[in-house]
């Protein structure tokens, strides 16, 4: 993603730090290096200069998805067909999954991360556990289906933190279902063994993740937290997604999930803990005196009726918050972003738990934080050069002033105001068209068409 020559963008609009929290200055231009960082930021800098790259409306630091299962955008519309609860959703699910080869799955994954990049997403946390072909053989290259994802988000241009996933039960202690053979190394000794070939690349970082506390036994938690450990690397977790894994857990360990990862040292400023819907005030305390990120995926937590997680509650006790699309029923980081707002309105009939700016962050500085990319999310000298611009016309953001940037973007503008995506410098999404995916939609259909599911 390096650059060969400095380029100067301009952007008619930008929220930008300031000492008094963000705010939206105009006239801006930001000088990138070859790096592919900030090198200035020049508020109220008059009009654009030439040579300058223009960007009408408003610019943003481009947005983390902090929780990605690529092949899960394959399911939109199928699993809408019918009720059911997340169970039976699993189970169209793994009839997917069984579907791909590395072959296959590249090709998805590019649609899909360009997809990402169309909406705002500078950088994906993608948490993969799709390893071995079905039944469990295992491919030439053991990582095959890991080196397919970073491959397609360095096609679709944008970063990619590789969560690589250990995945050993069907459900504390039992063997893996047909389906699940496919996620599992054996053990978590084989999880690392094999997780250590994966390299990382300019646009690629690599972490770990425990699927579940239901997924990974209590005595092989240690082994995936240490590896996370001593690469200084992030660690992500599903937590207590579904009150079955919660009754379950406490019926096998007489504690819940979020204190048997305490007590196996899975928790931790490096860790998120995805979706942590249904806690107890235990849980909660947990997550946020260890500083633990929660991240919340509101538009898969609603589509999935796995309820309204407490989000606020672990942000006010000091848990950082981040953002996922997660199973991509829609993907659209400021529709993730407002709705943490409007669901909390609706369980507790009142309004303004949040700020457009904290909004912002979340899905900003702290998303890439959980993705182990603190130099991004932020439109400031030294910060990666990865920001993206909303459209201030449109019929969801016209009217209000520009200064009500955070507020427009949060609580107005869809994916579809996205205009522009720049990452690392290179102008990946130009007004509104991918640079490095001629035609989206059309990808889309071939890649989840050929699965023939």
């Known amino acids: ?84 609860t997340f169970w039976t959703w699993r189970d169209t699910m793994y009839r997917f999954a069984g579907a791909l080869d590395p072959d296959s799955y590249l090709e998805l994954a590019t649609a899909v991360y360009a997809e990402m990049a169309l909406a705002g997403i500078s950088a994906v946390g993608e948490f993969h556990y799709l390893h071995h072909a079905p039944g469990g053989a295992r491919y030439t290259d053991p990582n095959a289906m890991g080196e397919a994802l970073i491959e397609a988000a360095a096609r679709a241009g944008i970063r990619i933190t590789l969560l690589d996933t250990c995945y050993l039960s069907s459900g504390f202690g039992a063997e893996p279902t047909h389906p699940q053979l496919r996620f599992s190394d054996g053990d978590a000794e084989a999880w690392a063994v094999r997780a250590d070939a994966l390299k990382p690349r300019e ?24 590896w ?33 990862l305490a007590d196996h040292g899975a928790l931790g400023p ?17 997550l946020a005196d260890s500083s633990t990120t929660v991240c919340m995926c509101p538009t898969t937590e609603r ?28 993907i659209d980081p400021w529709e993730e972003a407002r709705a943490l707002e409007l669901d909390e309105r609706l369980r507790t009939r009142t309004r303004g738990h949040w700020t457009a700016n904290a909004l912002l962050r979340a899905g900003g500085e702290d998303g890439h934080a959980s993705l182990g990319w603190p130099e991004a999310g932020r439109i400031e000298a030294g910060a990666l050069a990865d920001f993206t611009a909303i459209t201030l016309d449109s ?23 996205v205009r522009h995506l720049v990452v690392g410098g290179r102008h990946v999404v130009r007004d509104g068209v991918h640079q490095l995916v001629a035609d989206v939609p059309g990808a889309l259909r071939s890649a989840i068409g050929a699965l023939d599911c």
């Open 203 to 226: 646009h690629a970082r690599i972490g770990a993740a425990i699927h579940s506390v239901r997924a990974v036994p209590a005595e092989q938690l240690g082994t995936v937290a240490h």
């Open 303 to 330: 589509d999935l009726a796995d309820g309204i997680g407490p989000a606020r509650r672990l942000a006010s006790a000091g848990s950082p918050i981040s953002l996922g699309s997660d199973s991509h029923a829609i």
């Open 228 to 260: 996370s450990a001593m690469r200084g690397a992030p660690l992500h977790v599903h937590l207590s997604e579904q009150t079955a894994e919660n009754d379950a857990c406490l019926a096998a360990h007489g504690v819940t999930p979020t204190r048997l």
């Open 1 to 84: 993603m390096s650059l060969t020559v400095p380029v100067s963008y301009w952007a008619q609009y930008a929220w930008l730090p300031h000492p008094n929290g963000p705010v939206v200055e105009q006239d801006v231009l930001i000088t990138t290096g070859p790096d592919g960082r900030i090198v200035r930021v020049e508020p109220d800098s008059g009009p654009c200069p030439s040579g300058a790259v223009r960007l009408d409306g408003l610019l943003l630091p481009g947005q983390a998805n902090a929780h990605s299962h690529a092949f899960h955008r394959a399911l939109r519309g199928h699993v809408q067909v019918g009720s059911g």
């Open 270 to 286: 490096r860790t998120s803990a995805v979706h942590a819907t249904h806690l107890t005030d235990e849980d909660v305390t947990l």
């Open 395 to 417: 019929v969801r953001t016209a009217g209000p002033p520009p200064r009500l940037g955070a507020e427009i973007a949060v609580f107005a503008a869809s994916a579809a105001d």
